[in-house]
């Protein structure tokens, strides 16, 4: 490869420095400034108008350049201060299925004034722009395609503006701890179940009842738990929140299994275990998940949901961070 | 609503702005193109109509262009140039579509603006392009923050230019000016009325029909009486039988003027695209700009292409001295033949006579005793002007007095020469100064008087004596002069005209001594005073640098502002907590940014268990005040900044592990 001076300070500015931790601040040190392409072209138009001003010793030529030059130089400032005092406080993101789209949410302030037309973008992903008020939280939402499985990193998060003027932009680029968990695609097919660990017994497809009749116990109440299941009564009598637990069939627990699926690609099997995940859940089995190497244990409600489809998604991913 | 839909109409209005001081010099199809144009942009803003597509945008250009050709033919003047940047901000409006057209186009309105001002150079348009930038400014923020709203905008853009000031001041008296110009101005090819190097019967009383400003004179002290304001500008020498040709002369030597009655004044000269300025007679200095010549006459190297300031003191009596040889032979010359009746009139004056004066009062005695009539449309001479003249017609201007003068003196062996200028002008009610106009235009004569040197005979005072009192509406039959000489008959109206037009000139020829007046002369003068000296190459490097200092000076103490650390909104309880966090932090307790009170009372009491229950009382208190809804009061905060003042955490036991 050709030696070049030009792509090494590109590379020193581009390589991408250490993940921060919240609250993530602009300040003189990570907000760089330099001329947009019309801020370029402005000085261009300035100083044909300077040429013309000297030539034809015009004193009106020479203060309407000198306001025009000077204001150019003002909006600098203002533009680096639109950026200054600005903090990121938080980013947060619901998992979503492949294919889906990400939301990450930042929560971001700014000390007075009001920060008119910032804007922020991920790599590869539609930039937006908004205002930010002084001194109060402001929720800024980036949506990017996730399209794969796994961990999704967006990359380093830029905020920019370019108020007031459009000739200068000043930006920061900060390497944020965003990221969003993506789960497989559901790949819809037949519900392929094994019985669960406690029994032992004939396998395959079980007609499903309803699954409210046979109660079971209670357990402490979980965010995500039916409403309908809340035993009220306990809760009336001062002992705390419990969901009442039912099964469809007493005891019978069953188990999703990677190695009863046929699929040949790792993924398609990821898929369809993610699918039976939610039919799973959506008929209130009580159920497990059985991968090469991981386990979650039958159980049911939204927690456990979750909990499956968490392992399915880092599923043979272990450089991504828990 | 789109975001362009509302910035159409922004755009036009930036273009409009900066296009209204051409509209009546533009011509008027121009104005009818932008107007029909600009609405159908805005309309179609508005309404979401389809936007010419893009064969109809050449066509249409091409339309535009095809005709500021006709309309400017293929001069490509000032005049040429606005007009082809109207019909493309005409145009404009209709390709707005994205982002980089509409700044573009901001742009475009900005680079009208600065031509305007090579057209009006005075006060008013000074505040219009305050006004006119104002107004792009705001669009530019708009462009870029179409989601404030406009009066947001103004503001912004009235800060901004108002924060820009001091740099432009800075900039506009220390950036380097140069002498001369880079790369030339091009030649106007529209004639300006003035004098020119040729002097012919009726050449004066044309230049009288125009009301324009030759120059104005701002006297340092009063202003001298009316009939003593001689504007000498050429002086006339050769004499074809019909007309006084000015011609470059050999220098002859001249000795320093003797006289008194000094008068300082400047003079702010309009371009009249010639090379000699103009003066109260006689001028005892010379200016830096010009050279002061024998015939007591200032020439430019150059021609008056713009604006001219410059000083001068004159001596109102004086005594030129003795004449050289060369000079009283040329103020005696005349053609071979013609004009045989003038001659023999003027022999005869000169039979017996020794005093050159008997001869000059002769001349003026017949003038003013013999039926001569003062009058501004004289009838067409014969082919021996002179004699026509005096003998037949008895009617002209000034020009023709000054000629037969001057003729009859030559014939009767008194040196003589005619001086073209300006008599008088008005003076302004409100300052010492005058303004001299071209309807001031005069030509008079000077005969040489062994023992006064060069002295001034005027023969219009002869036949016209209000001429020099009182003016050229004065000294005319009623009905003859121009209608803006002519005044008088609007009454008490036209007074308070007077009074209002009056006092704008006032203003505005002190802004235009102060600021239209300095050019590298005067910044010359100015950085010398603190050692900078600009004919030297050093000279205006330094001066950038000066004024680069200062910028980034002034620029340091904004971004000083700017970067300072972003100080929390004053709560006094928010404050007190800081203090308290501050001096667990000093005892290696820090608290996390993002930790909670409750959390972070449990972790003292994890880590410094000596220190759990007096924490966390402080920390009980304070979530009180925090949270604990209305009714905060002053007594409670300030038993809460007891309680922290008390609290002394000491390094005693310290954090266990980590």
């Known amino acids: 490869m050709e030696w070049s001076p030009f792509k090494r300070i590109v590379r020193k500015f581009g390589k991408t420095p250490p993940v921060l931790s919240f609250p993530a601040a602009l300040h003189r040190r990570n907000v760089y400034v330099l001329p947009t392409r019309f801020g370029l072209l402005f000085i261009a138009v300035l100083t044909a108008m300077l040429l013309g001003a000297l030539n034809y010793n015009n004193n009106l030529g020479f203060l309407l350049t000198f306001l025009l030059g000077s204001m150019t130089f003002v909006s600098i400032l203002y533009t680096v201060r639109n950026l200054s005092g600005l903090t990121v406080l938080s980013v947060r993101s619901r998992p979503v299925f492949a294919g889906e789209t990400a939301a990450f949410k930042f929560v971001a302030r700014a000390a007075e004034p009001v920060r008119p037309a910032i804007r922020f973008n991920f790599p590869e992903a539609p930039e937006i722009q908004q205002d930010l008020p002084a001194g109060t939280d402001a929720m800024v939402v980036l949506k990017r395609a996730a399209s794969v499985r796994g961990v999704l990193r967006p990359g380093m998060l830029t905020i920019s503006t370019r108020y007031p003027l459009g000739l200068f932009r000043s930006w920061a680029r900060l390497n944020l701890p965003a990221e969003c968990l993506v789960y497989p695609r559901p790949l819809p097919g037949p519900l392929v179940l094994t019985d669960g660990p406690s029994q032992t017994g004939e396998e395959g497809t079980r007609p499903m009842g309803p699954g409210s009749e046979d109660f079971q116990g209670l357990r402490p109440y979980q965010p995500g738990d039916p409403l309908q299941h809340i035993s009220w009564k306990t809760y009336s009598q001062g002992q705390g929140l419990f969901t009442k637990r039912f099964t469809a069939q007493r005891g019978a627990a069953v188990e999703l299994d990677w190695a009863r699926l046929g699929e040949k690609d790792p993924e398609d099997r990821l898929s369809r275990l993610c699918h039976m995940v939610l039919d799973a859940h959506r008929r209130h089995l009580l159920y497990g998940l059985r991968l090469p190497g991981v386990e979650v244990a039958p159980d049911w409600g939204e927690a456990h949901k979750h909990e499956c489809l968490r392992a399915l998604a880092r599923y043979g991913r272990p450089e991504d961070r828990p | ?658």
Request: aromatic content about 12%.
């Open chain 2, 1 to 658: 609503m789109k975001p362009d839909a509302g910035q159409a109409p922004a755009i036009i209005g930036a273009l409009a702005a900066a296009l209204f001081p051409h509209a009546l010099r533009l011509p008027p199809w121009i104005v009818v193109w932008c107007a029909g144009l600009w609405g159908y942009g805005a309309l179609a803003a508005r309404y979401g109509w389809r936007r010419p597509g893009k064969w109809m945008r050449t066509g249409l250009t091409l339309v535009g262009i095809f005709g500021a050709m006709v309309s400017f033919g293929h001069t490509l003047g000032g005049d040429a140039f606005a007009g082809l940047l109207a019909v493309m901000a005409g145009l404009k409006p209709l390709e707005m579509s994205s982002y980089r057209d509409r700044m573009v186009t901001a742009f475009l309105a900005y680079f009208i603006v600065i031509t305007s001002l090579f057209v009006y150079e005075n006060l008013a348009m000074t505040m219009y392009m305050g006004l006119s930038v104002l107004v792009t400014t705001s669009v530019l923020i708009r462009l870029n923050h179409p989601e404030g709203t406009l009066s947001r905008h103004f503001r912004l853009s009235g800060v901004i230019m108002a924060q820009a000031l001091p740099l432009t001041v800075i900039l506009f008296f220390l950036f380097p000016r140069i002498q001369g110009s880079l790369w030339g101005v091009p030649q106007e090819t529209q004639a300006t009325s003035g004098f020119s190097d040729t002097l012919s019967m009726g050449r004066v009383s044309q230049m009288v029909q125009s009301d324009e400003i030759a120059f104005q004179a701002r006297f340092q002290g009063d202003v001298p009486e009316r009939r003593r304001l001689y504007w000498r500008g050429i002086v006339f020498y050769d004499f074809d039988g019909r007309s006084w040709q000015w011609k470059l002369r050999a220098p002859v030597p001249m000795d320093p003027l003797e006289g008194e009655d000094p008068a300082t004044y400047t003079i702010g000269l309009e371009p009249h695209r010639d090379r000699w300025l103009f003066a109260l007679d006689l001028p005892a200095t010379d200016p830096d700009i010009a050279r002061l010549f024998p015939d007591y006459t200032l020439m430019r190297r150059g021609k008056v292409r713009r604006k001219l300031h410059y000083r001068l003191t004159s001596l109102m009596t004086y005594n030129t001295g003795p004449v050289h040889r060369r000079d009283r032979a040329a103020a005696l010359e005349l053609p071979e033949g013609g004009n045989p009746r003038s001659r023999d009139l003027a022999r005869r004056w000169a039979q017996g006579v020794d005093d050159p004066r008997e001869i000059v009062d002769a001349a003026l005695r017949t003038i003013r005793e013999e039926n001569f009539v003062y009058t501004l449309s004289p009838p067409t001479l014969g082919p021996e002007p002179i004699d026509s003249f005096l003998f037949d017609t008895r009617r002209g201007y000034c020009e023709h007095y000054a000629s037969a003068f001057a003729f009859l003196m030559r014939a009767a062996d008194v040196p003589a020469r005619v001086v073209g200028g300006y008599q008088g002008g008005t003076q302004n009610r409100y300052g010492g100064y005058v303004t001299v106009r071209q309807s001031d235009a005069h030509a008079w004569v000077e005969v040489y008087l062994t023992g006064e040197g060069w002295v001034r005979v005027d023969p219009t005072a002869a036949v016209a004596p209000d001429r020099i009192e009182q003016g050229v509406a004065a000294a005319l039959a009623p009905g003859e002069a121009p209608d803006f000489l002519a005044g008088g008959r609007f009454g008490e109206e036209f007074r308070l005209w007077r009074a209002i037009r009056d006092g704008w000139d006032a203003v505005n020829i002190g802004w235009d001594m102060w600021f239209a007046g300095y050019a590298f002369e005067q910044q010359q003068s100015l950085l010398q005073k603190i050692g900078i000296d600009l004919r030297s190459w050093k000279g205006p490097v330094r001066a950038l640098m000066l004024a680069f200092g200062l910028i980034a000076l002034i620029a340091l103490g904004f971004g000083l502002r700017i970067f300072r650390k972003p100080r929390e909104t004053a709560d006094p309880v928010r404050e007190i907590y800081a203090s308290f966090c501050r001096k667990l932090a000093r005892v290696g307790l820090e608290r996390d940014p993002h930790q909670g009170p409750v959390a972070f009372a449990d972790r003292i009491a994890d880590r410094r268990p000596d220190l759990d229950s007096a924490a966390r009382g402080i920390i009980d208190h304070y979530v009180r005040l925090r949270y604990g809804g209305a009714g905060v009061g002053e007594a409670d905060i300030e038993e809460f900044r007891r309680s922290v003042r008390r609290f002394q955490p000491d390094r005693r036991s310290a954090p266990r592990d980590q």
